[in-house]
């Protein structure tokens, strides 16, 4: 049965994000995933985890610089002592918060510049994080981002993602398939499912092209959940989506698998 993690960042902004981890678990979450928590102490963060009965299953190192179109650095030459920092800051949380993964952000990369000198920058830097997540039971994961939602990313393709996966080949590191993404880009939702299971750890979803609630839109996500079953995949499906209007509005497609309160 598929296991839903609601997406604080996307979901419930009708309130606060302190309010939002009360305002899942009432709409019958068991677990949440968000993009960032470094605005917020650990231990707060944790108190609101856990009188809410939740779990959290993933969120990213820190994004650098948005205002200026950065989207990660630890793909950034010559900024690696910076990528450190995140990489060891994003562990202190992690463990903090009993996370099982953290999604590793790697860079833009601006028109013109040497793409290869950032993988080249992004596999050392992953091997780094490797080293430092692992004796924790941690895994890392790589996520490629489709380039309307955020151009000139270092991997727009699953296969991309899966390739990079490859090259850093190290044992807790693994892909995060978002099926939005893989829609605007590879497509054969179905094909990347059965052929990579184990390769990726963690799914979210999303309509398309809109990015809202997956009950409309070109993709059959009933479909695709008993296709999950099919396969084994026992991780988490996270619903970074947003919403067409008010959240709980929304939430009719979830209701068979909404936790009663």
């Known amino acids: 049965m598929p296991k839903f993690a609601a997406n604080l960042s996307t979901q419930f902004n009708e309130v606060p994000f302190t309010e939002r981890f009360a305002a899942a678990a009432q709409a019958g979450f068991d677990a949440v995933e968000f993009l960032f928590p ?3 102490p650990a231990a707060q963060l944790k108190q609101l ?3 809410n009965h939740l779990k959290l299953v993933l969120f990213n190192t820190a994004p650098g610089n948005v205002a200026a179109g950065e989207w990660g650095v630890s793909a950034i030459p010559g900024r690696e002592a910076e990528a450190r920092a995140d990489i060891d800051r994003a562990l202190e949380y992690a463990l903090a918060l009993e996370v099982p993964q953290v999604h ?3 860079a833009t990369v601006p028109p013109g510049a040497d ?3 950032y993988a080249d920058t992004f596999v ?9 997540f692992a004796p924790h039971g941690i895994n890392l994961l790589l996520e490629a981002l489709n380039p309307v939602t955020k151009p000139n990313y270092l991997y727009a393709s699953q296969y991309q993602t899966l ?4 090259r850093i080949d190290r044992p807790n590191v693994f892909t995060q398939l978002d099926l939005f993404h893989a829609q605007l880009v590879d497509g054969n939702l179905s094909r990347l ?15 398309a092209p809109d990015r809202h609630e997956p009950d409309e839109g070109e993709i059959n996500y009933p479909w695709l959940f008993t296709l999950l079953d099919e396969v084994g995949y026992d991780g988490w499906i996270g619903c970074e989506y947003i919403p067409r209007g008010n959240t709980l509005d929304g939430l009719g ?3 068979p698998w909404a936790k009663k309160r």
Not at 163 to 166: C, L, N, S
């Open 49 to 51: 985890l856990d009188e």
């Open 163 to 166: 390739e990079m996966a490859a």
């Open 253 to 255: 497609w979830f209701a």
């Open 115 to 117: 793409r290869a000198a």
């Open 38 to 40: 470094y605005d917020y």
């Open 193 to 207: 499912i059965r052929e990579n299971l184990g390769r990726y750890r963690h799914i979210q979803i999303a309509s």
């Open 104 to 106: 590793i952000m790697a």
């Open 124 to 132: 050392r830097n992953m091997h780094y994080a490797a080293e430092r």
